[in-house]
Every structure is written in C-alpha cells, then in structure tokens.
C-alpha cells in the first residue's frame, strides 16, 4: 500500500520469511489475505508478485466511495456530535502543520484516511467504512502517487468545507460537494497512468483508466 514494494514487483517468501525470522506458514495465510484483497497474485510455476494498479479496481472504489460519503454526509447534517466534530478539525490542523513539510505524502494519505473514518465513525458506520477500505486497495495507490506529485493545499481546503457544511448543516451543497472532493481529482490520475510517465511500470493496462 505504501509502493514501498513497487507494483510488479517479484516476492519471495523464502526471504521475508527470513526477514522476519518467523516460519514461511504465517507468510503463506498472510498472501492469502494479500490476494483477497488485490494485493499480490500468484502465477504458477512462475513466483508471487506485488499486483499493478487495475483501472477496474480503482472505478469500482471510486463509485463506491462517492455513493457511499455522500449519503453519509446528508447523514452528518442532520445530526453529528461535537466530539466527532472537533475530532475533523484536529486532523485537518495536523495535515495543515504536514504540508509545510516535504516527503511525507504517505503520512498525510493516512491521516486523510483518518478524516474521513471519523465521519462514518460519528454516524454509527464504521463498517462501512471498513468495507471501502477493502474494495480501495488500488484506489489509495493511486491516490498515494498522486499525493506524492501534488501539492495538499487543495484536500486540506476541502477538509474544511466538509466541516463547515457539517456545522451549517448545508445538506444542499452535498452533492456537488462530494463530486468535486472524490470524482474530480481522478482527472489527475491520468497522468500517472500514461505510456510516458515515471510510473509507467504500476499500472496494468490490459484496461483504460476510468474517465468520471
């Protein structure tokens, strides 16, 4: 997830059993898990390999996220505590107080992860937001190289936004709101994926990148 281990890359069980100094048994059932979640495939007779990000995997993410973070948001209009609430703009200060700093886009990938855990958690749907986090393995990897290539001053302004329309209650601005945060930056992503970029190596285009 953090493409510390690139996309194509080949593993060797044998060795990060080593590394680890534990038995190859745990190593087999966690590439089991690794594989449910699109993570790492296995060619027989071939050898285990870190997954390339699949344009399929990131559409169905980024549909789900955008279906799913808007209606929780009308939800957070209607009724949110203060907690939860003062929990967002904590975060934000942190991502704030990150982007004056470089190097650090994994950081601030997480703590936007955090962000918008906290909505699902003050509305009763943690496990939703945990089945997103399942089915967004190829989404955040993306997301992670875009990070790394731009600057965050655009997310952490709409962080903002986020809570103030939870704080006036403006159920109106959602929609539009939560297509410009979620749908919007995938045109950026297309740079990433051309035939000519650095990252040209992570993707498998055996699909096109989905257009929003």
């Known amino acids: 997830m953090s493409l510390e281990l690139k996309p194509g890359q080949a593993i060797s069980e044998i060795e990060v059993a080593e590394a680890l100094q534990i038995s190859r048994t745990p190593i087999r059932e966690v590439m089991a898990k690794l594989r ?45 505590s203060v907690e939860y609430l003062f929990e967002l703009k904590k975060i934000v200060s942190l991502q704030e107080r990150m982007s004056e700093a470089e190097g650090n886009a994994l950081e601030f990938h997480e703590l936007d992860n955090q962000f918008h855990r906290t909505i699902f958690q003050g509305n009763q749907k943690e496990n939703v937001w945990k089945a997103i986090i399942r089915l967004s393995t190829h989404y955040n990897r993306i997301r992670l190289l875009s990070e790394i290539e731009h600057r965050y001053d655009l997310a952490i302004e709409q962080h903002k936004e986020i809570i103030k329309i939870i704080e006036s209650k403006q159920v109106n601005k959602v929609d539009e709101f ?35």
């Open 178 to 212: 939560v297509r410009n945060h979620i749908l919007e930056p995938t045109k950026n992503w297309e740079v990433l994926y051309a035939k000519d970029s650095p990252y040209t190596d992570y993707f498998d285009y055996t699909h096109k990148m989905p257009v929003f």
């Open 36 to 80: 449910e979640e699109n993570l790492v495939e296995v060619r027989p007779q071939i050898g285990t390999y870190v997954t390339k990000i699949d344009p399929r995997l990131i559409e169905e993410a980024a549909f789900m996220r955008y279906t799913l973070e808007r209606e929780v948001l009308k939800l957070s209009c209607e009724d949110f």
